[in-house]
């Protein structure tokens, strides 16, 4: 009886000892999935978010009753709360009792649209980004202009201009054109929301990013448009086009697509990334620093149900709700404990029991949404675009006071 139950408890105690084991010396027991240093944190928002984006230093979130909330650098008030007082914990925006069903955070400025079908931007506006007919800051939101002609289904605001596509897969974009990212043929700067030249194509989806511009038929046929001396623009080497063009898939279609910076990337029906242009840091996901003038394959072990681009840095969403990001990395922006570059995937160690539904970038950092619609950033923290009521950089998510 004694010897029976000796060899019973055997693996038991052994498991136990390499469980103990792995603690003490701080190491992930799942390949670095998860942290063991990141504790389980149950933290319940006061207001749950329906959806998030990230600007270049600050980021917003939208509740289910359409009111907006932002954090983090508001030098251009960015932040939509009429002040110039960066924030590091959220704040409503004063919309005005507009509710919106969609927004985008870009550069300097923030963009939404209302339950009407109207847009609305604040913030800086210097190129007219805001749409509306001015180059004025602006410290609340403003309509975009032509007001109550367009019904936007969607929006996204780049570095500099802002786009948007209607119902009818019509897209318009605003501000400043001088590469041509407008998509009109020509390179004069936009005030109101003027039409992208589309050649016939239907939109599903537009992507604004710094002097450059991408969207998605629905064939799945993706456009470029813009600055392209980086590639970013997908089908071989060219300085420019002010019109869209084809990017060069080689027979993939593609689901979604997104810009950012000086590079774009695509998913696949079956979640796979494709990513080109500059690739510095590693931020296609190819295993290379070699900058690509057409579609390459992300290296991925999972497929993805989203992707979100940073300024040099990229991460994708799998279908558990588990989130992996490549390229740099100095100050904790890939979100698994280091700073340091990644030329391929590595996993984001997230909180024990925190799956996210969305991903969203900054520039230096990312946030995601989790199942109870509580928000969580890492990356750089300087000017409190975490949103834990910190200036700190964190290299794990941390918890938005929202």
Known sequence: MTRRLTLRTAPLLLAAATLLAACAEN??????????????????????????DGGATHACGLASGGQAWCWGRNNAAQIGDSTFTNRKVAVQVKQGGVSYVTLSAGQSHTCAVSTTGQAYCWGYNADGRLGDSTTALRRVPVAVHPVGTISFASISAGNQHTCGVNGSGQ???????????????????AKIATAVQQGGATY???????????ALDGTGQAYCWGYGGDGQLGYGFTLGDSLPAAVSQGGVSYA??????????????SGQGYCWGVNTAGQLGDGTTTT??????VVQGVPYTTLALGAASACGLSSAGQAYCWGAG??????????SDSLSPV????????????????????CGLDTVGQTWCWGRGDYGQLGNNSLS??????????
Do not use: K, M
């Not at 897209?171 to 390179?187: D, E, K, P, R």
């Not at 997230?350 to 969305?358: D, L, M, N």
């Not at 950089?393 to 929202?402: C, F, L, R, T």
């Open 204 to 214: 599903t989806q537009i992507a604004a990013a710094n002097v450059h511009t991408c």
């Open 256 to 269: 979604s697509i997104y810009a950012e910076y000086d590079y774009s990337c695509a998913l696949d029906g």
């Open 330 to 339: 100095l100050v904790g922006q890939l979100g698994d404990g280091n700073n």
């Open 393 to 402: 950089n964190s290299s794990v998510p941390v918890a938005v006071v929202h």
């Open 347 to 366: 996993a984001v160690a997230q909180p024990s029991g925190v799956t996210f539904t969305s991903i969203r970038a900054e520039a230096s950092g990312f």
């Open 292 to 297: 690509q003038y057409t579609p390459v394959a």
């Open 171 to 189: 897209a318009y974009c605003w501000g400043s054109n001088a590469s041509g990212q407008i998509g009109n043929n020509s390179t004069t700067y």
């Open 27 to 52: 190491q992930p027991l799942d390949a670095g999935a998860r942290n063991p240093l990141t504790p389980r944190l149950t933290v319940t928002p006061t207001n749950a978010f329906s959806a998030i």
